[in-house]
């Protein structure tokens, strides 16, 4: 059998990780441990050079000792590095930036119980951005312009009850989504700032989930969106704002559209990605295709492309692979070459990996599902322990690529298997919307047809599969112990709701404009409260028979900790086997590696009693 990969190798922190290449194109920023924590790091970009970053002259340029810093980037003048940060996992982020040639450093909004949401950028207006703030309203974000160079802040929008936002290039507000009270979402926008807003479509609420608007045109006459309108499968399209017709400029018969990389200065579509086993490249702009043959060539991985100022700058490319952490290039497109950055987590190239292949099967009702598994490298595929590892949203999925769970639980001597149940996203909306009020029903019903695929192809034994996963997920696994106990030997729920009347009624005040697509979804606890009592794991804890391992952060703005203390206060009343892990320090996952590192310690331990697997000491 292949060597224990050490936890903090998989779930550590990185070497490097999120690479940003600068406007300019001569340095490069990134995250990296400073002192423990992680923080941004820059370092000049070598001209000509085998080694593309000149790591002698790395400099660490924030001042995070506690969360670490994990979404940055630059903006246009070069001069400014903006992130955002949290306390304890509150969600309540501020924004913050860093002076590069002063080394001043400021937070750009100090206000307590406030969530700032970074809204555009442009490099027409280097030293502006423009940042969403719910410091009047929770529920509601307005729009101020920010300046950069001052610190001051503008009111530009008043958010009448809009849910998104989009600005043009000329950084003007002209687009946002107005949710409706049955679920469905009208996409406003208006021609100048001063004119009033006006319905420009209406999305249907099967809809919603898979639509977003890309780009403004360069003119300001037209927009790029993303959605499934009079189709299944999500479209690239083309708005006109005057006359409302739509032009279809990509699809997919069986899959979304997932993401577009642009033009950086016509901004015009060149690249559309869609995901199905693997990412898929639709070329629209012929001139890309020859740099995107190159880009394949350069990893075996699935590339995404980023970091283009100008047309004529170089591309940042990350390339996603199974067997391998996340790798990172610079892309010449003048002299269409393309040179090493770096590796996330390199010390993973001393272990065997274990390649993630995609399978389908046909659910209970005839639906196809499709999923991955994660075989342990050198095992016999027959009889081995499992584990259905869930992801959480519900609305989004697993994808082929480097996953640490699914290495970690491979390399313990698990099959880790991984379903895009109904209701994930990336299947047509026919798909999402198959998941709708079936929380507890049939989205849990594919997984346990997913179990009894496995075991019926041989791969699995049967008496000795595990549930795991987290938010959903970890709602997946207490229904999994609560609602069928036989299918599982052990159940692992990281901060997952155990009553679903409670979950919605105590969501984020920011979610309240989406509220009616959740009850959509999930159900309205006001008109059917008992229907999701009946789908809670709560008003089933007395059938619980299996032992749980229960994680909860106890500053988790989506799911309080109320939602794990309920089903931990049933458990112990009825001498159910339980492990409970409260992390305080923590919010909706466990960003502080000393957390992770406890966590996933302890999780192995209690798969390795209840399946036999291995586990580091």
């Known amino acids: 059998m292949a060597d224990l990969i050490p936890r903090d190798v998989l779930f550590g922190n990185p070497e490097r990780t999120l690479p940003q290449l600068s406007p300019d194109g001569s340095r490069l920023a990134w995250i990296a441990p400073h002192e423990g924590v992680l923080n941004v790091w820059v370092a000049p970009l070598r001209a000509t050079s085998d080694e593309a970053v000149d790591w002698s002259g790395a400099r660490v340029v924030t001042d995070d000792s506690d969360r670490g810093i994990r979404m940055f980037g630059w903006a246009h003048d070069g001069r400014h590095l903006l992130y955002i940060q949290d306390n304890g996992g509150?969600?309540?982020?501020?924004?913050?930036?860093?002076?590069?040639?002063?080394?001043?450093?400021?937070?750009?909004?100090?206000?307590?119980?406030?969530?700032?949401?970074?809204?555009?950028?442009?490099?027409?207006?280097?030293?502006?951005?423009?940042?969403?703030?719910?410091?009047?309203?929770?529920?509601?974000?307005?729009?101020?312009?920010?300046?950069?160079?001052?610190?001051?802040?503008?009111?530009?929008?008043?958010?009448?009850?809009?849910?998104?936002?989009?600005?043009?290039?000329?950084?003007?507000?002209?687009?946002?989504?107005?949710?409706?009270?049955?679920?469905?979402?009208?996409?406003?926008?208006?021609?100048?700032?001063?004119?009033?807003?006006?319905p420009l479509m209406t999305i249907p609420a099967d809809d919603v989930t898979a639509s977003d608007v890309v780009s403004f045109s360069t003119d300001g006459r037209s927009l790029l969106a993303i959605t499934p309108v009079d189709a299944n499968t999500a479209r690239l399209v083309r708005i006109d704002l005057a006359s409302g017709e739509i032009e279809v400029l990509a699809e997919d018969p069986e899959a979304d559209v997932e993401g577009v990389v642009l033009h950086p200065d016509t901004r015009e579509p060149q690249i559309v990605t869609v995901i199905k086993d693997r990412t898929e490249y639709l070329v629209l702009d012929s001139s890309v295709e020859a740099d995107l043959k190159t880009i394949r060539a350069l990893h075996p991985g699935d590339p995404s492309i980023g970091g283009r100022e100008h047309a004529s700058s170089p591309w940042q490319v990350g390339f996603n692979n199974d067997t391998g952490s996340a790798t990172y290039f610079v892309y010449d497109p003048a002299a269409h070459t393309g040179q090493f950055l770096f590796s996330v987590r390199p010390e993973l190239d001393r272990y065997e990996l274990a390649a993630m292949e995609p399978f389908s099967f046909t659910a209970r009702d005839g639906l196809t599902v499709h999923g991955y598994i994660t075989f342990p490298p050198g095992a016999d595929r027959s009889d081995l322990p499992a584990v259905v590892d869930v992801h959480g949203g519900p609305q989004v999925r697993d994808e082929w690529g480097f996953n640490p769970e699914a290495q970690w639980l491979a390399n313990r001597g698990y099959a880790c298997v991984q379903v895009n149940y109904r209701g994930s996203t990336g299947y047509g909306k026919a798909f999402v919307t198959a998941g709708d009020h079936e929380w507890g029903a049939k989205m849990h019903d594919d997984l346990i047809d997913a179990v009894d695929y496995i075991a019926g192809q041989g791969w699995a034994d049967r008496k000795r599969v595990a549930i795991y996963g987290g938010s959903y997920g970890g709602y997946a696994a207490l229904v999994g112990a609560a609602f069928t106990p036989d299918v599982f030997c052990c159940a692992v729920d990281i901060v997952g709701p155990s009553n679903l009347k409670t979950l919605l009624e105590t969501i984020p005040p920011y979610w309240a404009p989406m509220i009616a697509q959740l009850y959509k979804r999930v159900g309205n606890p006001e008109t059917e409260a008992d229907f999701l009592w009946s789908r809670s794991p709560l008003s089933r804890a007395h059938d619980i028979r299996i032992p749980l391992l229960i994680a909860q952060g106890a500053n988790d703005p989506r799911v309080k900790q109320a939602e794990s203390e309920q089903i931990v206060a049933a458990l112990r009343e009825a001498g159910i086997d339980y492990k409970y892990l409260l992390f305080p320090d923590e919010g909706h996952g466990f960003a502080k590696p000393e957390n992770r590192l406890k966590f996933y310690a302890a999780a192995e331990r209690f798969l390795a009693r209840y399946l036999g697997g291995r586990f580091e000491e």
């Not at 280097?126 to 920010?146: A, M």
């Not at 009850?161 to 989504?177: H, N, P, T």
């Open 90 to 198: 509150d969600e309540n982020w501020r924004l913050h930036d860093v002076n590069l040639e002063t080394g001043l450093r400021r937070d750009l909004t100090p206000f307590q119980d406030v969530q700032a949401r970074l809204i555009a950028s442009n490099k027409r207006f280097p030293t502006e951005v423009l940042i969403g703030l719910n410091r009047e309203n929770p529920q509601l974000h307005d729009v101020f312009r920010l300046d950069l160079l001052t610190g001051e802040m503008t009111l530009e929008v008043k958010n009448p009850g809009f849910a998104g936002w989009l600005a043009d290039e000329d950084m003007v507000v002209r687009a946002g989504f107005a949710p409706k009270p049955n679920g469905d979402m009208d996409l406003m926008v208006r021609d100048r700032t001063l004119d009033d807003w006006r």
